[in-house]
């Protein structure tokens, strides 16, 4: 079964089609927890049905889904009447949905010839399971999932065992419904897919799909285990209950009688204001510790909201704002392997490209081999594909449901794909490497690396200039960088005068980086930034370095045996230190702080630099200052012993310093300092 859209023939048939899908999702979502496809391609198939039925609305039924709340009740539940009914939510996908219903709301106010000004209550849409709650004389007496709208489960006794629901109220009037969503917070989910993974287990999907699993557990006892939460937001049933005016009030009592009501709940005045929370929480979702899709717009004035009322499904006075899926379905072309600057294989999928997360995605991570077998997705298959966020895009899996008939499995190539060296993967390890420390590939990723911000922070130099440079043979290894032929890439095409000046200015200054972040550039395997500022600090020149022992290499704090062993091995291999003579000869920095050796001179002081210093960049003082004893903050207080000002210093520190009478020292008085302990 197709879960993409498909262009209709026969509207007739197509609709049938539709409603067909349509109430397979639905069985799998509302009944089984368990759905195929992303809500983002469910929606598409639900309102490609819609524009159907308005088209031609002799082929609207009352059957139809789009007429409908939700799944049937499962028989493995007590049904249970919703007395007033559990409604769904229209959905708005774009700024423009949202004021056409703001549109209509006012059409419609006008006409019922109400000119009242109405406001809107924003809400974060809950990504959980929506459910009732009914107390008599302050008991809770039953808990509904919300089933068809109409009836629902009965799961009193998985409720009473999520902490967030009160058993008991005080000061509750005879009967109240009180509606709201179930939810899993992330860092229970997180938790609970762990155990699963440590068990051998599967993971499960996503935190809705495992609240709505456990909160229709058979044995409440299982339901405790999920340490599910709950949200408070609407109002049921009630008798003899006090008579409110608007939503907000509704919930300040709910929040009173000792219901969780979501913080972050706003009352705005206009669409304009509401479509800026939208955006807010839009680019803001992920800092929460729930998972949300949207935000709920609901008209805050209960008189207003009679006079609306609702359609068959949904009430006219609210609307769902959808945010952009982070979730699709697409077709995965095909499964590459990339090689990185240490030889790892990493495989990646090659897709149908794919609007998903805020951007057109064509790529995404597989992670490495064992993954590719876990999930076992195939070339050919439709595939969910995640972005969420700033995390890279990664394929969830194949829609089993949709694998085209004699799809190979996929297997990881024995061979490098770019220099055909047969891949290893060493015993416990996840990936598979190519070992050709010559390999194209490496050398690319080893370049793009040594330029990178961490390293040699070298701007300008990134990976498509790197892979330039490579095919025209202009760069072999990291040292390459300092014996660029100028005059040559100024008769390439994209580089002009300035960019080639601009390119040459960053290379000349990369130079002068301190010794541990030459160090990172190396790409010594195992060795990070921390071993690198370590390494650096001890030897204090990389030629003492050079020629330590494995012992002397691991003695330094911080360096475990491992990277002793690796940093070790990088420097007797001969092509590497060819590699270390050409960067020498090119001039670039090896020497290192020295902090055993600097008098103690600074100490308790502290010294605050503005500007730039002929002798020392900003880094470099700041690493003398501590060396000497002293402190280097980023700005001037009534602790500052000094002010160092260079060329061009900042403002603010210098008129902060006049102001508290901060001596204001420049370069030489900086040395009189550090040298004697003493202001000049
Ligand atoms: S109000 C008649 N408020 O979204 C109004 N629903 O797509 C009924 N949901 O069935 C719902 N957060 O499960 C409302 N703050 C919120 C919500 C919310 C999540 C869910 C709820 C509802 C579905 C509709």
Redesign the pocket.
């Known amino acids: 079964m197709p879960a993409v859209t498909e262009a209709a023939r026969d509207p007739a048939e197509r609709v049938q089609e539709l409603r067909r899908q349509i109430r397979h999702h639905d069985r799998l979502y509302y009944e089984l927890d368990a759905p195929e496809i992303p809500d983002a391609d469910y929606d598409a198939l639900v309102r490609e049905l819609r524009a159907l039925e308005d088209e031609y609305p002799d082929l609207r039924t009352p059957d139809s889904p789009t007429q409908r709340?939700?799944g049937a009740p499962s028989p493995a539940f007590a049904p249970v009447m919703h007395r007033v009914p559990?409604?769904?939510?229209d959905?708005a996908f774009d700024e423009a949905e949202l004021q056409a219903w703001g549109a209509r709301l006012q059409r419609r106010l006008t006409e019922l010839g109400d000119g009242q000004r109405v406001h809107f209550v924003c809400?974060?849409?809950?990504?959980?399971?929506?459910i009732s709650l009914r107390y008599e004389h302050g008991e809770l007496v039953q808990a509904a999932t919300?089933g068809d709208g109409r009836v629902g489960e009965d799961v009193t006794a998985n409720a009473r065992v999520v902490r967030d629901i009160p058993d008991r109220l005080e000061g509750a009037p005879p009967v109240l419904e009180v509606?709201?969503?179930i939810y899993m917070p992330i860092s229970v989910f997180e938790r609970i897919n762990k155990a699963q993974v440590e068990a051998g287990q599967r993971t499960y999907a996503n935190p809705r799909n495992t609240a709505a699993g456990s909160l229709r557990q058979k044995d409440p006892s299982v339901t405790a285990t999920r340490e599910l939460s709950f949200?408070s937001?609407?109002l049921g049933e009630v008798q003899g209950g006090p008579a409110f005016a608007t939503h907000h009030e509704t919930l300040a009592w709910l929040r009173d009688l000792g219901f969780p009501v979501?913080p972050e709940?706003t009352v705005l005045d206009d669409l304009p204001a509401v479509y800026e929370f939208c955006q807010r929480w839009e680019a803001n979702r992920h800092s929460l510790p729930y998972e949300?899709?949207?935000v709920?717009v609901?008209v805050d004035e209960l008189n207003v909201r009679d006079q609306l009322g609702?359609t068959s499904k949904?009430?006219r006075w609210?609307i769902?704002y959808k945010f952009p899926p982070e979730e699709r379905t697409t077709l995965l072309k095909d499964i590459m392997v990339s090689i990185g600057r240490t030889g790892r294989a990493t495989p990646f999928a090659v897709l149908e490209p794919v609007f998903v997360g805020g951007s057109t995605v064509g790529l995404a991570t597989l992670h490495n081999e064992d993954q590719v077998r876990e999930k076992d997705v195939r070339p050919g298959d439709i595939v969910i594909v995640r972005k969420a966020g700033e995390v890279i895009p990664e394929v969830v899996g194949p829609v089993l449901a949709d694998r085209p008939k004699g799809l190979r499995r996929w297997t990881f190539p024995k061979r490098c794909p770019v220099c055909g060296t047969e891949l290893v993967r060493l015993y416990g390890e996840a990936d598979r490497r190519c070992p050709n420390e010559q390999c194209p590939a490496r050398v690319a990723g080893a370049i793009e690396h040594f330029a990178s911000r961490g390293a040699m922070d070298i701007e300008g130099l990134g990976e498509q200039r790197v892979r330039l440079f490579q095919q025209l043979g202009m760069v072999h290894d990291v040292a390459d960088v300092y014996h660029l032929d100028y005059e040559r890439l100024r008769s390439l095409e994209g580089f002009g005068d300035v960019s080639v000046a601009n390119l040459r200015n960053a290379i000349e200054a990369s130079k002068s980086r301190p010794l541990a972040n030459l160090l990172v550039g190396l790409n010594i395997r195992h060795l990070g930034p921390a071993g690198a500022e370590a390494l650096a600090r001890h030897f204090g020149h990389l030629d003492r370095l050079l020629d330590a022992s494995v012992e002397e290499i691991a003695s330094v704090e911080g360096i475990g045996p491992v990277i002793a062993e690796s940093v070790h091995e990088w420097f007797t291999n001969p092509a590497n230190r060819r590699i270390v003579e050409k960067l020498r000869a090119a001039g670039v920095n090896f020497e290192g702080p020295r902090v055993e050796q600097a008098p103690q001179t600074l100490a308790g002081m502290s010294v605050v630099v503005t500007g730039t210093l002929a002798n020392y960049s900003r880094e470099r003082a700041e690493e003398v200052i501590k060396a000497h004893g002293g402190k280097a903050p980023g700005s001037v207080s009534t602790k500052t012993t000094a002010l160092v000002v260079g060329e061009g210093p900042g403002a603010a520190k210098l008129t902060k310093a006049r102001e508290l009478g901060v001596p204001i020292l420049d370069e030489a008085g900086f040395e009189h300092l550090l040298a004697t302990g003493e202001l000049p």
């Open positions: 709340v939700g559990m409604m769904s939510l959905n809400e974060l849409k809950i990504d959980g399971v929506a919300r509606r709201g969503e949200w937001y609407q979501n709940i949300i899709d949207g709920v609901k609702s949904a009430p609210a769902a």
